[in-house]
């Protein structure tokens, strides 16, 4: 007979569920300012204070402080604030759309909206995202046409993807926008191998692979980070961190780890995480990894600390497993706001324009919505043609495809 | 013509593309320095230096998903997956992702890669060095699926395929790297240095994808075969004395139903022989498409002779393996219906 006492099985659990009071007392933030900003070229080995701590620049004050501060100019923020309302702005017509009836699902990025813009404005032209489904703001900071966006959400006549991908799985080469995959983190390792392939033709681009939280979990990212390492390819390998996997908390993927940062040291892959709320603190972190690339130093790993206020999707309903009020106990606060008072701080800007501001963007993207709309929604007006869904399986079609057009009599 | 192995054959087809295109970057699990654990190839490392040609870590799902991301860069991967059996890590970048990358970004992105593996049985390999999947990938739109039967058509098949716009499954029967196997497995190997089809042209030279050969014209009965089983579908037909028709079809997908189709009227009859398990296996698809457009030309039911639906034994290899007796007698069975 065995002594031991039976062993329990171990599934972890948040803090909190629906009716408990919001509670975020274990996300641990340093004050903005106080986190180290290391030389590009230091070895790995001694990021494990950068992968455990946050890299904050805003302060509750609005203002930009520490060594991660100052890669932004005027115009730039500026820039930055209209790319992130445009993309809430751009969510809550796109939701309202689906709601409608207008297009079967929908993606939105509230709360996240620093994440993709201003990552996208430390890249250059040329160089390629690998992304999810939930940075869109590289389009948007990129200057592809939201009219283009919406056909493709709507799966109109004018989808530049003929209606064969679901709403927000946008494609955009000349963006440098991969094509975006249902199954999750598929693109990691690839990001890996197109920054190879730059490497291997002495090229000059970068690319960016993205995943989130849950989907560290999947194969796909291990493959990448031993593949990053092994041929440092030039690459910087995002991971989201907004707290939920549609219901499962981020605790679950993340297992025993201390965060998802730390999972690039034992690559040796310097890893920092980051306040992904904070406009200014992403611009810096990806400016950091983008410039290591460049100098062909390999790759590196940021963690985005931010939260999604949203539900998943709009097949989802987050007051059935966190409370309602968590999005408002997020400790980072909300990106937009937290710009638009920097830009106030630096008397930039005002309450009365950020008003004004909103109303524009809203003109906007109701006018690229109307335009998009002509062009027809996913069960009215225009839509591609049953004779595409025959093309481009193969660059040639081959007899049988032919031989089944045929037969659905297209 | 110098005579060469399939192995030489598939290694020059890589030596033929690397040299014509600088974009041809071959890699995978100790392909670099060693020159690949079947020697497919050795020498391509010293010949074009590591970043053309080069080992990996041991991760069939980084070898394809780098190669993806390659391609959609502008590359061409020639990839090598060690035995078909480690490929099913790797199954799920292949379905998803190179299969529908054309389709579902309209052709912004493509994937032009070649994953290359050894299939199949007959070198005491066990269940985990002996399978044949090639219907988990003919199942699978956006791909290409391609079986080579000898040196001649290895070499030009394969040159094809690192051409190729699409993503190509290269399924290489390990039976027949170094000689033919002629279907009884007491008999020795006729190595490839003795055999007609072992003459492999030097330089470039292309079969194309989608196309079967006639390896044995007769008029009594077609034998629907690809790989390993070409031979013994030969030595099945000299055993009975059957006027067989057989055919290589070189390529399963896309497939060259117009030769099938045309075989099978001529002949009136129809054998399939595969080595992979039957249930739902490649065999039901050329059944299902020679019941479609040859009914009224068949006198007999057609007949599937394949690997039983268990995993490969180890010991009992040649039991499991579909051999010139069971197919001869699923022969005579059909002429006799």
Known sequence: MSEDAPLRFHVPEPEVRPGDRPDFSNVKIPQAGTVRRPRIDEDAEQFRDLAYSIIRVLNRQGEAVGPWAGTLGDDELLQGLRHMMLLRAFDARMLMAQRQGKTSFYMQHMGEEAVSCAFRKALRDGDMNFPTYRQAGLLIAGGYQMVDMMNQIYSNEADPLKGRQLPIMYSAKDHGFFSISGNLGTQFVQAVGWAMASAIKGDTKIAAGWIGDGSTAESDFHAALVFASTYRAPVILNIVNNQWAISTFQGIARGGSGTFAARGLGFGIPALRVDGNDYLAVHAVASWAAERARKNLGPTLVEYVTYRVGAHSTSDDPSAYRPKTESEAWPLGDPVIRLKNHLIVRGMWSDERHKQAEAEILDEVITAQKSAERHGTLHAGGKPSARDMFEGVYAEMPPHLRRQRQQAGV | ?337
Not at chain 2, 155 to 162: H, P, W
Request: with cysteine; aromatic share 8%.
């Open chain 2, 1 to 337: 013509m110098p005579r060469k192995t399939m192995i030489e054959a598939i290694r020059e087809a890589m030596d033929v593309a690397m040299e014509r295109d600088d974009n041809v970057v071959v890699f995978g699990e100790d392909v670099g320095y060693f020159g690949g654990v079947f020697r497919a190839t050795q020498g391509l490392q010293q010949k074009y230096g590591t970043s053309r040609c080069f080992d990996t870590p041991i991760s069939e799902l980084g070898i394809v998903g780098t190669a993806i991301g390659m391609a959609a860069y502008g590359l061409r991967p020639c990839v090598e997956v060690q035995f078909a059996d480690y490929v099913y890590p790797a199954y799920d970048q292949i379905v998803s992702e190179a299969a529908r990358l054309r389709y579902r970004s309209n052709g912004q992105f493509t994937c032009p890669i070649v994953v290359r593996m050894p299939t199949g049985g007959g070198i005491f390999g066990g269940q985990t060095h002996s399978q044949s999947p090639e219907a988990l990938f003919t199942h699978v739109s956006g791909l290409k699926v391609v079986v080579p039967s000898n040196p001649h058509d290895a070499k030009g098949l394969l040159i094809s395929a690192i051409a190729d716009p699409d993503p190509v499954i290269f399924l290489e029967p390990k039976r027949l790297y170094n000689g033919p196997f002629d279907g009884h497995h007491e008999r020795p190997v006729t190595p490839w240095a003795k055999h007609e089809l072992g003459e492999v042209p030097a330089g470039h030279y292309e079969i194309p994808l989608g196309k079967a050969a006639v390896r044995r014209e007769g008029k009594a009965l077609t034998v629907l075969a690809y790989g390993t089983m070409v031979y013994v579908a030969q030595a099945a037909a000299e055993d009975t004395g059957i006027d067989a028709e057989i055919l290589d079809l070189r390529t399963l997908l896309p497939l060259d139903l117009d030769a099938i189709v045309a075989s099978v009227k001529k002949t009136g009859r129809c054998v399939i022989v595969h080595e992979a398990t039957r249930t739902s296996g490649f065999g039901a698809e050329l059944a299902a498409l020679v019941q479609r457009h040859c009914f009224y030309h068949l006198e007999a039911p057609i007949i599937r002779v394949t690997g039983w639906d268990t995993p490969y034994p180890h010991a009992q290899e040649w039991d499991y393996f579909p051999g010139p007796a069971r197919l001869g007698k699923a022969m005579i069975e059909t002429m006799e219906a």
